[in-house]
């Protein structure tokens, strides 16, 4: 027992372990972010990881470990190319990580206001993009009757506010994509998955920090009372495509600190107070 006064003793949080030896996985719009976390991992745990993606310039930063294939995910013959050089370099294929989104501020619009090209533009990346990858992955996976494709989707998949016609019902889709191929290659041996994160500080969610009201209110909406950091989505990605999530498919993983249970009719937590020096 402790008296009120008292800090408690941090407890032991316990650990999890990965061996991913001689696996293969593609992981597109792996060079920053979620992405470039899901990649490090993977190639921390002993997996061949290839990342596909269009920035060439940060590529030059990747660690030797991970190769490096340019992709326009939009081009349906770029992630034919990156699917078939992966296999043929490597001799298959495990994991396919659909990653690679955007999210321009010019989409940050009721879509009356929406012009064709930003709705093209992510479109073209975050849902033709997630099918072109898995059209090219799903062949190479039957023949070797096995292979887990995972959609990083998102919490806007799930619920919606004013002003984000394009993105969130786009990454409904990708979900409802992991689903319905979920269903149609289950008994080819492959499990599809998607995960739905929360805001993640990464370069994506930083420069829409304005349109979301700042830093603090979108960590305030968290009830956890932060957001999360890209390794926490890297580490679910990691448990939900290997063994230990054999019996895990066609469903969507959470990982929102808490934001999804969060109903819009609840008060609000309280915005911490900042103490000054």
């Known amino acids: 027992m402790t008296s009120n006064s008292e800090e408690p ?14 696996r293969v996985v593609i992981v597109t719009g792996g060079c920053s972010g979620i992405g470039r976390s899901i990649c490090d991992n993977f190639a921390r745990s002993g997996a061949t990881v290839v990342c596909a993606d269009v920035d060439t310039a940060a590529a030059q930063h990747l660690p030797r470990r991970i190769e490096f294939r340019p992709c326009d995910t939009s081009s349906k013959e770029d992630c034919q190319s990156v699917v078939q050089w992966t296999v043929e370099e490597f001799g298959g294929l495990d994991v396919m990580v659909n990653n690679a989104a955007v999210q321009p501020k010019e989409s940050y ?10 709705w093209n533009r992510v479109l073209g990346v975050n849902l033709s993009g997630y099918t072109f990858m898995a059209m090219s992955a799903l062949c190479h996976m039957r023949q070797q009757r096995s292979g887990v494709v995972v959609n990083i989707a ?3 998949g799930h619920r919606t506010a004013r002003q984000v016609g394009t993105y969130g019902p786009i990454k409904a889709a990708n979900i409802m994509q992991a689903r319905q191929w979920a269903v149609e290659y289950a008994r080819d041996g492959i499990r599809v ?4 994160p929360g805001a993640i500080d990464t370069p994506l ?11 603090a209110a979108l960590a305030n909406r968290h009830p956890v009372g932060r957001i999360g950091q890209p390794e926490e989505v890297a580490s679910a990605v ?4 290997g063994p230990d999530a054999s019996f895990v498919t066609g469903t969507d993983l959470e990982v929102d600190g808490g934001l999804g249970a969060l109903g819009s ?10 103490v000054s020096s």
């Not at 003793?9 to 030896?21: A, I």
């Open 265 to 274: 009719f609840a008060d609000p937590y309280p915005m911490p107070t900042v």
């Open 154 to 156: 998102s919490g806007q």
């Open 9 to 22: 003793k941090p407890r032991p949080r316990g650990s999890v372990t990965f061996d991913n030896s001689g």
């Open 109 to 118: 619009r009721p879509i009356h206001e929406l012009s064709a090209d930003v």
């Open 193 to 196: 998955v998607s995960v739905s």
């Open 238 to 241: 990691l448990w939900i495509s």
């Open 205 to 215: 969610v930083r420069a829409s920090l304005a349109e979301q009201g700042g830093s």
